[in-house]
């Protein structure tokens, strides 16, 4: 027995923050949104998938930012999305660990994101 993967990574969120959620994740970073399954539907939150990136954000009534807790996402063209995030207002922090160049934002809702440079 071993574990192979990943199947997603669920983010809480604060409730009836959907449309910002959609703002985010699929407006500036072009996840795009998946229906959630209708026996979940009614819980609230939202679900971002594009092909093995599966992203879901489930209501917490007594939510607190991941500020610490991150999940990395692999970026094929990390500069334009930090300009893009700029752009949009969001506050982006640079670095380069081990020679690749590494983004760290905040979602609407405070929970930290890590976006990796995969060309560098």
């Known amino acids: 027995m071993e574990i192979v993967g ?11 923050r959907e ?4 703002q985010f994740y699929t407006g500036l970073l072009g996840i795009p949104e998946v229906p959630k399954p209708p026996e979940l539907a ?3 939150g939202a679900w971002f998938e594009s092909g ?6 489930g209501v917490d009534p007594e939510f607190r930012p991941a500020r610490k807790a991150h999940q ?7 500069v334009v999305l930090v300009h893009r995030l700029r752009c949009a207002g969001c506050n982006v922090d640079e670095a380069s660990v081990d020679g690749q160049l590494r983004a760290y934002v905040s979602d609407p809702f405070g929970n930290r994101l890590e976006l990796v440079d995969t060309r560098s």
């Not at 990943?6 to 009836?16: F, K, N």
């Not at 990395?72 to 990390?78: A, D, K, T």
């Open 6 to 16: 990943i199947d997603h990574v669920q983010l809480a969120m604060p409730a009836g």
């Open 19 to 22: 449309d910002e959620a959609r």
């Open 42 to 44: 009614a819980r609230g």
């Open 52 to 57: 093995t990136l599966k992203v879901h954000l």
């Open 72 to 78: 990395g996402l692999l970026v094929s063209e990390l």
